[in-house]
């Protein structure tokens, strides 16, 4: 299985600030020594510049990304949702990203683009006035072909921490690379069924407390896997990239299931093995917003 493995949102996850003992530098940190360990390099972050304006020093750590020799890319710059937004407000939202953020823009290889949460547009005319801009900015949108959902057990990861359960942060753990190994696995199966061939595989991570601390794990488990760590450029160069923005949605899907969600044939977002440990997670993640 050939993987580019992007992140998304740095410098800071948006749905909340670190919680104790964590830092966003610091989580990034972590984040960027896994990779070093595991040689995955030049990895693009789809980022928001609204925290470069409330906390400048953030800015160290998109220089610190960039000297590591891995990219930025405009993620916009509030993580606006484009169903919640007229397409001129997420238009206006992806300028000034592109204005904050170009001091590390300007050095990546590809000017990228990726819409938070992944929605295209929930309307015909929001789907081609924004990918119309986007031609017109010369930005290539990216999607995604697989996630881990690593948001979810990083706030079951957060009560099991905030309580003190060793068990629980174990079940955590272990659940994850059992979890995020087969989702994986799911979703590239359903790309290829949807491409007609193997495809390079598009992956996500988020720069929460629970990505730190198991990135190097996750990494090493993807690796015992069969997974090949590919330059993102490779995967832009299949067929996936060629349908990106191609159809109405304003759903939280991965590209394969969007595109056939949009032809009337729906795929299960979640490997059928792991749902009953993935409910587990949903169930300890309770009452932890971010
Ligand atoms: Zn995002």
């Known amino acids: 299985m050939k993987i ?8 800071l ?51 610190d990304w960039v000297s590591d020799g891995h990219h930025i890319a405009n993620h916009t710059h509030s993580h606006i949702e484009l169903p919640d937004v007229t397409a001129e407000a997420f238009i206006a939202d992806i300028d000034a990203a592109e204005t904050h953020l170009a001091p590390w823009v300007s050095k990546a290889q590809l000017k990228l683009f990726r819409h938070p949460l992944c929605h295209w547009g929930e309307t015909p ?7 119309s801009h986007l031609r017109s900015r010369s930005l290539t949108p990216v999607d995604v ?7 979810t057990w990083n706030r ?3 009560n099991a921490l905030d309580s003190r359960d060793k068990a629980a942060l ?20 359903a790309a290829e069924v949807w491409f007609g061939k193997e495809t390079i595989g598009i992956t996500l991570g988020h720069n929460v407390p629970f990505f730190a601390d198991i990135a190097s794990d996750y990494f090493a488990r993807l ?12 995967a832009l160069s299949g067929p996936g990239q060629a349908v990106v923005g191609s159809v109405v949605s ?19 977002k979640l490997p059928e093995d792991q749902l009953a440990v993935h409910a587990k997670i949903v169930e300890m993640a309770i009452g932890q917003s971010g």
């Open 223 to 234: 690796k015992e896997e069969g997974v090949v760590f590919v330059p993102l450029a490779e």
């Open 4 to 11: 580019a493995f992007t992140m998304d949102d740095l410098p």
């Open 125 to 131: 005319e929001k789907l081609e006035k924004v990918n």
């Open 13 to 63: 996850w948006p749905q909340s600030y670190p919680p104790p003992g964590y830092t966003a530098d610091g989580i990034v940190r972590s984040i960027r020594s896994a990779l070093k360990e595991h040689s995955i390099s030049g990895v693009y972050s789809f980022s928001n510049s609204w925290p470069l304006l409330k906390h400048p020093e953030f800015s160290k750590i998109l220089d």
């Open 156 to 158: 079951a990861y957060r």
């Open 250 to 268: 304003g759903e939280f899907l991965v590209l394969q299931q969007k595109l056939a969600a949009a032809a009337g044939l729906p795929t299960k």
């Open 170 to 189: 174990e079940f955590v753990k272990t659940s994850f690379l059992d979890f995020s190994a087969a989702q994986l696995r799911h979703d590239m199966a």
């Open 145 to 151: 072909t697989s996630w881990a959902y690593e948001w």
